[in-house]
């Protein structure tokens, strides 16, 4: 309301006109409302959100054209000549896995905090449901849950629980890790436990996976190295006698070893083919769709072996992409673990990382040869709901912890009475 005066009257108080809003007027604000709370799914504090965010979603979607061209011709053979049953099966994964990334990466820290434990007694059941009917077992290897008609991986969420709940345990008792009580208590009895059950179901390459995951959460939390180097050398005592005790992996190894012979060629089907499939793409690849490999000569040339399907489509150039996506990821992980001060948030980047980036270099090692065949997916590019959607909510966790605020190493946290008083200091000025 604003007051008048004129010239010979009283002052009179004029009311200012109000125009009532049209229809045609507010639909352009409800339109921009719509736009900015779908871009506050987007919102970050920091570049390293952005960074991360967008190496995923493109591994994502270069997975979903690779699918597509490794598992054509599979498709069109058992699906009476459907040649895309496989990569609609991957793009429903992804559109689920897509969305839990982006609910995962708003929330906040306490939230995971706080259900770290729910998860890791989840997943610990699930996993404990392959030692029952539902249990799935293919090629050896029983690492699968029936679920309602559904194929479901529970030591892909086991790895994700595992890391979150280290991440908790070990950075409440930051100050105590430099005595080796506080270190194995209860972090190791836990995670030999979620070990032993993924290798009671005879997967070899995710219980190294999951090895490695807790090997780099106790590093990243800053536990004595000498501490860690007596668990590295019984970890390699342990799977040399695991490795030793199996006739199969034993005969994968010696294959590795000795290379291919009449005697093991079973063990040298797939390594050579995919060797072959490499050698066959040259610099710029034979073009993607062109693969003769995929004709039923490489086994899992849609999952284990997708690589060998890039470098032969796409050649060098398209391997070097996929490697250089991967970097970019890493990356990504280590200034997110470099730009926080809280050691919740760098157990769990770091634990991500490892599983995510190491694993990558594991398969793409069996594909050129350099390790033996361990049976492990290429993250984000394989074919494989379980293992696509428990990456993206892993990164996801990772993307929520790096939008926490950056607090500095001298800040001193304040009590509710004390933030009581500054708040009336400022309303009394």
């Not at 673990?337 to 793409?364: E, L």
Request: charged share 10%.
């Amino acid at each position: 309301m604003t007051t008048t005066r004129i010239p010979g009257s009283p002052t009179r108080p004029v009311r200012p006109a109000v125009r009532k809003p049209t229809p045609a007027a507010s639909a352009p604000q409800e339109a921009h409302g719509a736009v900015v709370s779908v871009r506050r799914i987007f919102e970050a504090q920091n570049s390293n959100y952005f960074l991360l965010l967008g190496a995923t979603l493109f591994l994502v979607v270069f997975g979903l054209v690779m699918v597509l061209s490794s598992s054509s011709i599979d498709s069109y053979k058992h699906n009476d000549g459907d040649a895309f049953t496989l990569f609609l099966k991957q793009v429903v994964f992804a559109a689920i896995g897509l969305p839990l990334m982006l609910v995962a990466s708003r929330l906040p820290a306490v939230f995971w905090k706080k259900w770290a434990v729910a998860l890791m007694a989840v997943a610990v059941g699930l996993q404990l449901l392959v030692f029952t009917p539902l249990g799935i077992t293919t090629q050896g290897n029983t690492n699968w849950v029936n679920i309602a008609g559904v194929s479901v991986q529970p030591s892909e969420l086991v790895k994700l629980a595992l890391i979150v709940w280290i991440a908790l345990v070990l950075s409440r008792k930051e100050d105590l890790l430099t005595d080796w009580r506080h270190v194995v208590l209860p972090v190791v009895p836990v995670a030999l436990l979620a070990i032993a059950l993924v290798l009671g179901g005879n997967d070899l390459g995710t219980a190294a996976v999951m090895l490695a995951i807790v090997l780099g959460c106790l590093f990243f939390a800053g536990v004595r190295l000498r501490y860690l180097l007596v668990a590295a050398l019984g970890v390699a005592l342990v799977a040399y006698v695991y490795s030793a005790t199996g006739a199969s992996r034993a005969s994968r190894i010696g294959s590795w070893l000795d290379g291919c012979t009449d005697v093991n060629v079973l063990n040298c089907w797939q390594p050579v083919h995919g060797t072959w499939a490499l050698a066959a793409g040259g610099v710029f690849g034979v073009g993607l769709g062109n693969s003769k490999s995929k004709w039923s000569w490489l086994p899992a040339a849609e999952n284990d072996y997708i690589f060998a399907i890039v470098g032969e489509e796409l050649g060098l150039i398209g391997a070097i992409v996929v490697l250089l996506m991967f970097i970019v990821l890493a990356f990504a992980f280590v200034r997110i673990v470099r730009a926080t001060h809280d050691s919740f948030t760098r157990i769990v980047a770091s634990g991500v990382m490892i599983w995510v980036i190491g694993q990558a270099m594991v398969n793409i090692a069996v594909v050129l040869g350099l390790l033996p065949v361990l049976g492990v997916p290429l993250p984000l590019i394989s074919a494989g709901g379980s293992a696509l959607i428990s990456t993206m909510l892993a990164i996801g966790v990772v993307l929520s912890l790096s939008r926490q605020p950056k607090v500095a190493e001298d800040f001193v946290p304040q009590t509710p009475a004390q933030r009581s008083r500054l708040a009336a200091a400022g309303r009394s000025r």
